[in-house]
């Protein structure tokens, strides 16, 4: 049987690693828009993170389906949703600047949480989008999802980096014993990485439903 080939729909090389790692569990080959030769740059103006996720997979859908597309928006406890310094949907652009490198949002957000006193409680809002025979299915973050993944932001970065991840080097395991940038012993996982386990089996199932594909054995596990 031919092995289902999915557009991962990001340039983000530390998405594009876990989709394809999720995807090859689920027994399926991923494959990058570099891959296939696509230069454009997908459009995000919707109101919210399944607007964009939906923009995305229609907009990679007219090189390559099925198409797998995702998208967050990061929030602040500390400020009103309608706070122009809530970094929302607009993490790379905030306050209408131009597009921010790795560097750069590290920079940005360390001074705007020092600004807040140094220590912000901070969480995503996730939202996926796969095009799949014409068709589109989505997947939203339910909100004790959203809650549980909560975490704390602070204003001094880890020297450590994960490229297309910065905001890692700034945030803080549930537990307090590190960085999102940490190594951390497979034996010893946190408190957030635990309940980022069940998130990513919620998640898998999704991706087998919207692709047609039967779920492994272990995917309870």
Known sequence: MKTVRVLIGTTNPSKLRL???????LGLEACSPAELGIAEDAPETGRDPLGNAVQKARFYARWHEP????????????????????????????GGLPRLDDEGMIAYYAELIHSLGGRVTAGYRD?????RGGQVFTWVEPEAFARS?????????SPRRHPGWPLDS?????????????????????VMEA????YRREQRRFFAEALGVPLPDDAEK
């Open 19 to 25: 989709f394809q790692g999720m995807m090859a569990d």
């Open 149 to 157: 993944r909560t975490f704390t932001m602070v204003d001094t970065p």
């Open 170 to 190: 700034l945030s803080l395991t549930r537990d307090g014993l590190g960085y999102f940038t940490d190594d951390r012993p497979a034996n010893n996982p946190s």
């Open 195 to 198: 309940r980022l386990s069940a």
């Open 67 to 94: 198409v797998l597309c995702n998208d967050a928006g990061l929030y602040f406890d500390e400020l009103p949703e309608d706070d122009p310094r809530q970094p929302g949907l607009h993490i790379r652009t905030p």
């Open 127 to 131: 939202a996926l989008a796969v095009s």
